[in-house]
């Protein structure tokens, strides 16, 4: 199917009721034989490796948990080096580097306000970023990519877009316009907004210090703690619900990036060393 008719068709499709409908479906308990059919299906067309996470099929009573599923202790290999700014997901970077002009590339043709993604912070306008796709195969609970201290977070309520490279390329502001869960991390290089995305078939997005979760009707929330809270080197975050897209912004020249679009890479792993201010 063509990437154009699928966009057409969603943007007269009411994408957040068909979402919150499949988000639903993900949280029913249907007959065993039904589930591990399913969920056999899913590992094999998406390639889903089951020797790294936790139990197994018939572990997870819904797909939304099996799609949540945690990782094996010993799954992943952390980063530990001081100067490590490392992966908060296992992903593939779509597109990392610098800008001076409060703007990030969607694609060749497209881009974005910084300060729209952020739901208003207008902090940003020279930054390093980096974008992380999520496939559905992938591990989808969202790290910390610094030790350091959670200050708040910010909910942006937004549409439901696909995210797929055909979208990127035609629909005009789609990361800034989708639901958007912003986590701030304090660190030794100062703050990094980690900024969750959700897109079509669910768009859920829930974080593990609150109970706000996305896509379910709410107002836009902005919350700062009195008291920040502590946070290690790739401490759980939140968690998709499915999809999408993870987003890092680091203060302009804070970091020297090691990894290149196109390369996937996986939670705890290096994206580039960190430079003190």
Same mark, same amino acid.
């Given at each position: 199917m063509k990437d154009g008719f699928i966009i057409s068709l969603l943007s007269v499709l009411p994408r957040k009721l068909v979402s919150r409908t499949m988000g639903r479906a993900t949280r029913i308990a249907f007959p065993p034989?039904?589930?591990? &059919? !399913? @969920?056999?299906?899913?590992v094999r067309h998406y390639g889903v490796n089951l020797h790294e996470c936790v139990g197994g099929i018939d572990d997870y009573r819904t797909?939304?948990? !099996? %799609?949540?599923?945690? #990782?094996?202790?010993?799954?992943?290999?952390?980063?530990? &080096?001081? $100067?490590? @700014?490392?992966?908060?997901? $296992?992903?593939?970077?779509y597109v990392v580097g610098r800008t001076e002009e409060g703007r990030l590339p969607q694609s060749p043709e497209l881009d974005y306000a910084v300060q729209t993604l952020l739901g208003g912070d207008t902090r940003y306008s020279a930054c390093e970023y980096i974008v992380l796709y999520l496939a559905p195969k992938d591990y989808h609970r969202v790290h910390s990519p610094r030790e350091g201290a959670v200050l708040g977070y910010r909910y942006r309520p937004g549409g439901l877009w696909p995210v797929f490279p055909g979208a990127t390329r035609r629909i005009?502001? #789609? %990361? &800034?316009? /989708?639901?958007?869960m912003v986590v701030r991390v304090q660190t030794d290089i100062g703050e990094i907004p980690?900024?969750?995305v959700?897109? !079509?078939?669910?768009?859920?997005m829930s974080v593990v210090f609150a109970d706000t979760?996305? /896509?379910?009707?709410?107002? &836009?929330?902005e919350h700062t703690f009195a008291? *920040?809270?502590?946070?290690?080197?790739?401490?759980?975050?939140?968690? %998709?619900?499915?999809?999408?897209?993870v987003i890092l912004l680091l *203060?302009?020249?804070?970091?020297?990036?090691t990894v290149q679009p196109g390369q996937d890479v996986k939670l705890g792993q290096r994206l580039g060393s960190v430079r003190a201010p």
């Open positions: 034989a039904m589930h591990r &059919a !399913f @969920l056999r299906w899913y797909v939304g948990e !099996f %799609f949540t599923r945690p #990782l094996l202790p010993e799954a992943r290999v952390i980063d530990e &080096a001081a $100067d490590a @700014l490392v992966s908060p997901v $296992d992903a593939k970077v005009r502001d #789609l %990361f &800034a316009r /989708n639901e958007r980690v900024v969750m959700g897109a !079509f078939g669910v768009g859920r979760v996305t /896509n379910t009707g709410g107002a &836009a929330e008291e *920040p809270l502590p946070i290690v080197r790739c401490g759980e975050l939140g968690r %998709f619900g499915m999809g999408s897209t *203060p302009a020249g804070s970091v020297t990036w």
